[in-house]
């Protein structure tokens, strides 16, 4: 039996589960979104054993690693924890890093284009550890996009948010703090009103016809969700803080689609637009959430703001998770990081020999 934790990394990991023919118990907050829980419940062996609801929302991550602690009290469970397994660090900065410089390379070769920023959510900070790979390549600036509700790392602040996926009250010890360039806030409120004209019919329409989506496949729109609208935010914000021309490529990641937040883009359209969505509310939302992202709450990294967010990882990873301060201290360094990334090839025989083992690989 193994377990996971929160988000996209959770029904992965109980996918895995079930093709190992092993049984998964996914341990997530309670006010994620409904979709998650209607996915979860067809992919478990127990719907009502295997779906753990913890207090909270995106932000409780504490209380997740609470009851991963109380799991793992049985030695038959083995919790696998996406904040602290570098093979979340390793296959991102391995795979999504090449995969991106393949997709920039691919385009028409006009001008002098470059790859100036990578723009993800924090999450489990996997995501990121493309950035340093794109950094090492073709010296490309790493971004974090962070819920203004729950400024971690911009003002060591907490608080609730809706920006599913990214965010948690805390750095994760598999994020590189100090190889990234900049962190920027968005609202949650403006990603879920986006939401709205992305990923419904009304609301493409009239993308159409304002020109807005001149040459973007509107169906695409369907696969971003919540944290991806948050990165496209997040690069409107930072192309006009560095007055970036049409030269400047910058990339941003969607880590999952709209069919995830259904019941959220309902709840926005109850709550935030009054229950109806007109043209009038369409234009003031384009307006708001996109042309209208001035920026505003983008931090630049100096060496000294990357100790203060590095330093405040303290309290989780030594004072309540007991991690060594060695162990801790040498992810200072550059080298930490290539050393993990070295390590690429072994793990891939490693997984060729176990696939054999276990008959999964004919």
Same mark, same amino acid.
């Given at each position: 039996?193994?377990e996971?934790?929160?988000?996209?990394?959770?029904?992965?990991?109980?996918?895995?589960?079930?093709?190992?023919?092993?049984?998964?118990?996914?341990?997530?907050?309670?006010?994620?979104g409904?979709e998650?829980?209607?996915?979860?419940?067809?992919?478990?062996?127990?719907?009502?054993?295997?779906?753990?609801?913890?207090?909270?929302?995106?932000?409780?991550?504490?209380?997740?690693?609470?009851?991963?602690?109380?799991?793992?009290?049985?030695?038959?469970?083995?919790?696998?924890?996406?904040?602290?397994?570098?093979?979340?660090?390793?296959?991102?900065r391995?795979v999504?890093?090449?995969?991106?410089?393949?997709?920039f390379?691919?385009?028409?070769?006009?001008?002098?284009?470059?790859?100036?920023?990578?723009?993800?959510?924090?999450? #489990? &900070?996997?995501? %990121?550890?493309?950035?340093?790979? !794109?950094?090492?390549?073709?010296?490309?600036?790493? =971004? $974090? +996009?962070?819920?203004?509700?729950?400024p971690?790392?911009?003002?060591?602040?907490?608080?609730?948010?809706?920006?599913?996926?990214i965010?948690?009250?805390?750095?994760?010890?598999?994020?590189?703090?100090?190889?990234?360039?900049?962190?920027?806030?968005?609202?949650?409120?403006?990603?879920?009103?986006?939401?709205?004209?992305?990923?419904?019919?009304?609301?493409?329409?009239?993308?159409?016809?304002?020109?807005?989506a001149?040459?973007?496949?509107?169906?695409?729109?369907?696969?971003?969700?919540l944290?991806g609208?948050?990165?496209?935010? #997040? &690069?409107?914000? %930072?192309?006009?803080?560095?007055? !970036?021309?049409?030269?400047?490529?910058?990339?941003? =990641? $969607? +880590?999952?689609?709209?069919?995830?937040?259904?019941?959220?883009?309902?709840?926005?359209?109850?709550?935030?637009?009054?229950?109806?969505?007109?043209?009038?509310?369409?234009?003031?939302?384009?307006?708001?959430?996109?042309?209208?992202?001035?920026?505003?709450?983008?931090?630049?990294?100096?060496?000294?703001?990357?100790e203060?967010?590095f330093n405040?990882?303290?309290?989780?990873?030594?004072?309540?998770?007991?991690?060594?301060?060695?162990d801790?201290?040498?992810r200072?360094?550059?080298?930490f990081?290539?050393?993990?990334?070295?390590?690429?090839?072994?793990?891939?025989?490693?997984?060729?020999?176990?696939?054999?083992?276990?008959?999964?690989?004919?």
């Amino acid at each position: 039996m193994r377990e996971e934790e929160s988000g996209n990394y959770c029904r992965g990991g109980i996918a895995i589960s079930r093709i190992l023919n092993c049984r998964g118990i996914a341990v997530l907050p309670e006010h994620m979104g409904d979709e998650r829980f209607a996915w979860l419940d067809q992919w478990v062996l127990r719907p009502d054993k295997d779906i753990v609801k913890t207090h909270g929302s995106e932000s409780n991550v504490k209380e997740i690693y609470d009851k991963c602690d109380e799991l793992g009290l049985d030695p038959d469970v083995v919790v696998l924890n996406q904040f602290t397994e570098f093979a979340n660090y390793l296959v991102h900065r391995c795979v999504t890093g090449p995969s991106i410089e393949a997709l920039f390379n691919s385009l028409p070769a006009s001008g002098e284009k470059r790859l100036a920023a990578f723009i993800a959510g924090t999450g #489990s &900070a996997g995501t %990121l550890a493309a950035g340093d790979y !794109l950094k090492e390549k073709l010296g490309t600036k790493i =971004v $974090a +996009t962070e819920p203004l509700e729950c400024p971690t790392m911009l003002q060591n602040r907490y608080g609730e948010h809706n920006i599913q996926g990214i965010g948690d009250k805390h750095i994760p010890l598999i994020q590189n703090v100090m190889n990234m360039d900049y962190v920027i806030g968005i609202s949650d409120a403006n990603s879920d009103l986006l939401n709205v004209p992305f990923n419904s019919d009304q609301g493409r329409s009239h993308l159409s016809q304002s020109g807005l989506a001149r040459g973007v496949d509107l169906d695409a729109l369907g696969h971003i969700g919540l944290s991806g609208l948050a990165n496209i935010q #997040s &690069a409107i914000k %930072l192309s006009k803080h560095l007055s !970036l021309g049409s030269d400047d490529i910058l990339v941003c =990641v $969607a +880590t999952d689609g709209a069919a995830l937040y259904r019941s959220e883009m309902n709840n926005t359209i109850e709550l935030q637009l009054k229950g109806s969505c007109q043209a009038t509310d369409f234009a003031e939302i384009r307006g708001r959430a996109l042309s209208g992202c001035e920026p505003a709450h983008v931090l630049e990294l100096t060496s000294r703001e990357r100790e203060r967010i590095f330093n405040l990882e303290y309290y989780t990873w030594i004072e309540q998770r007991g991690v060594d301060v060695d162990d801790f201290d040498r992810r200072r360094d550059q080298g930490f990081w290539n050393g993990i990334a070295a390590q690429a090839g072994e793990l891939d025989e490693r997984i060729v020999q176990f696939n054999s083992d276990t008959g999964l690989r004919h």
